[in-house]
Each structure stands twice: as structure tokens, then as C-alpha cells.
């Protein structure tokens, strides 16, 4: 993982471990989205930008607080304004 589920737990201000599950998943998904609109794995970079992390943060805190009803075109269309530097062309 990019980001740790601590520090996940202090940017969603959730101090229980109840939903620990559920944002270590949401991490995971969010890790998969940026990977996707930066067309390279995140394993790719010798030291992740700050930048790519306020993202993924971004990403699991927007599934976490809208996960009754996510509008995924919002959120693709705002993480892509915050990568559009690091971004590939392509594959």
C-alpha cells in the first residue's frame, strides 16, 4: 500500500478500528484508480509525490463518506485534474 490505514484513520478522522476492513478495501480501490488515470503501476515511482497520496487520500475519503451513493464521474474527473502532471500517454 501507498498509504498506510493509520494515516488513512487520521485524514477520514475515524478513530475506531470497526471499519478497518472497509477502508483498508477502499484503499486498495483507490490505489487501483489512480494506477488506472496514471496509466503506470504505483510501484513505479522511486518515491511517491505528495501529490498521488492527497489523491488516493482524496479517492477513500470520498468512497468512504459517499459509499451509499458515489457519483464515480465526479471523482474520476477530480483525480484526474490532481494527476494530470504525472500522467502517461498511454500504457
Request: net charge negative.
Amino acid at each position: 500500500m501507498i498509504v498506510t490505514l493509520e494515516k488513512t484513520k487520521e485524514w477520514l478522522r475515524v478513530e475506531s478500528g470497526d471499519e478497518d476492513a472497509l477502508i483498508e478495501s477502499f484503499i486498495t480501490a483507490a490505489e487501483d484508480i489512480v494506477g488506472g488515470i496514471l496509466r503506470f503501476p504505483l510501484s513505479e515511482f522511486e518515491q511517491v509525490p505528495e501529490t498521488v497520496k492527497q489523491a488516493i487520500y482524496y479517492a477513500v475519503s470520498v468512497m468512504y463518506e459517499q459509499r451509499e451513493s458515489l457519483d464515480i464521474v465526479a471523482l474520476m474527473n477530480t483525480l484526474r485534474g490532481m494527476l494530470f502532471a504525472y500522467r502517461k500517454e498511454s500504457w
